[in-house]
């Protein structure tokens, strides 16, 4: 009973490592190279939560001040991840604008078509 | 429940061989992290992330797949090595997160750094409510200044990287400015 | 009459009051949820669906890419000034305390400044990346 209670103590962390794994296979296991970057963005996405899911206190309130409420949520992780989040959408674009280049140097966005090309010249 | 939404998704994502509809589910995953931050209390960061994830970072990714003209990719070789890296490296973290306190008590040594101090010196210092705002552009000020500067770095790269006409792989259509 | 005329009458219909959420965003942020890289990609928004559905050259001729090229570093250089204020009236780097006789006062004064910085880059950001991508694939 204890493993069990303990499980769903946890059940959010491990909900998490499981998003964060998913993305984690997409990245090294696919070759095209748009999948590969929204495999990075489900990592981030999963590391946003990692971090947000401990400052939750269960019967507090968002952390806006407020005369009625005395529990707050713990406010750092928000401001963390808020720059998280944008810098993230900043990588995203820019290697969007690489893959672009890539596909026109090359005609391509497979890794394994670009390889073998490289490998003749 | 929304978690576990989340993972079907996510699963989803992972086996959808075309690319339009890996976008589209990308959208709804944003969607649904958007909620799950709701219900986090992390009211701000649900915000941006629905704002960002699910509105800009969308329209780029469409933006690409229409400059890239890809449609799907083929059927992948089957890949046992990457899945038993992903699996172990999975169950390694699992056992990890056990060490971190249940989810959701008030006494989790987060709680008493720092944050308490902010939460109760925030209006008094800065006439400011919202205590994520007073953090981010006041407390932490330079991180921010340093995320501005991220913000414009990424715009200038990408304005370099895409400028002017489309070029054939020998340069025959040259630059329109 | 076009296959798209509902698109077109509901999002003239939608932008101004996509603009005014943005405005309302930017400036509640002190309040409740909000703040300047929220307002930011609303904005952006607002005019990127102005784009897709009336085309680049309507879009452009409302906000020019000189102007977005202008704009982008421009909130750079309102953050970095506010703290370029403080250091110049001997108090430390970003220390918004200078910016009003009672300290508290000037720190709100400082945290508006910054997140209005703030909105006019991220803003003018997205709104050149979606040109950067739309130009190069015309």
Redesign the interface.
Known sequence: MGAVQ?FF??????????????????V?????M??K??GL??FQ?SV??LY???????????????PNFT?????????????A??????????G??????I?????T??EDEIFAREEQE | MLLTLLVIVTIAIVRMRSLFGVIALSGVYSFLMASVLMVYDAVDVAMTEAAVGAGVSTVLLLAALHLTKAREYPQPRPAAIPLLVAVVVGIALIWATYDLPAFGIADAPIHKHVAPHYLQNALQETLVGNVVSAVLADYRGFDTFGEVIVVFTAGIGVMLLLKGRRQGRDGREGDAR | MRLDVVLRVGVKLIIPFMLLFGLYVQLHGDYGPGGGFQAGVIVAGALIVYALIFGLDEAQRVVPRRLVEFLVPLGVLIYAGTGAFALLNGHNFLDYSVLAAHAPAGRERGILLVEAGVLVTVSSTMIALFYAFSERGR
Do not use: C, Q
């Not at chain 1, 103590?9 to 997409?26: E, F, K, Q, R, S």
């Not at chain 1, 947000?52 to 407020?66: C, E, H, N, Q, R």
């Open positions: 303990n103590d946890h059940y959010n962390y491990i909900a998490t490592i499981v998003l964060m794994v998913a993305g984690l296979y997409i090294i296991a696919r070759g095209n748009i999948k970057l929204i963005m489900l996405t946003y939560l947000i899911a401990p400052g939750k206190i269960i019967g507090g309130t968002p952390p806006v001040l407020d529990v707050y949520s713990n406010p750092l992780p928000h401001v963390l991840i808020l720059t989040i944008v810098v993230g959408v900043a990588t995203i674009a820019l969007l604008a690489i893959v672009s280049r596909h026109e140097a090359y005609g966005i497979e």
